[in-house]
């Protein structure tokens, strides 16, 4: 089963609007940390009506020249204590605070690649990562029905399940 399905549509980025800009930056959690930068969300929500226009300029600069800033590029990690032993370095996850200018474009840009996919009909609708009102349970859910219906059926299900607790690190990142 495959569950990307192909398209005759190339996605091209728009053009971000100033008022798309204006609205992201509104629409900003005040309570977020700033990156390293220190510029905060508050200053940014404060002072939307005048940096909309200059922001929204850069991130088509930004795409028009397929070059992201490299200050943006830089994140404050902080180790977070998941659970087991506490001196063991294995039980922490990275958390990653990047710029919120470089979150607020990241945003915007995930939103043109969101629509196109969603109005190619790309994803299979069992899909649930990385899409809104999806997620582990309701893949959960999905499988489970399906599940039920083969064995009402007379149908036997075969089922593997892994535990991919440091799939990260497993992974080939040179291919």
Known sequence: MTF???TE???????????????ALNQLNSRKSPGLDGI?????KDTSDVIAQ???NIFNLSLQTAIFPDEWKIAKVSPVFKEGNKTDCGNYRPISVISVVA???EG???NQLRTFIADNSILVEQQSGFRSQHSTETALLGSTNEWLYNMD???INGVLFLDLKKAFDTVDHEI
Not at 9 to 23: A, K, L, P, R, Y
Not at 40 to 44: A, D, M, N, Q, T
């Open 40 to 44: 905060s969300v508050k200053l940014l």
């Open 9 to 23: 549509s190339s996605f091209h980025f728009s053009c971000i609007s100033v008022q798309e800009t204006f609205d």
């Open 153 to 155: 059926s007379g149908l």
């Open 103 to 105: 979150k607020l474009f």
């Open 4 to 6: 990307v399905t192909p």
């Open 54 to 56: 200059p922001l929204a």
């Open 108 to 110: 915007l840009v995930y």
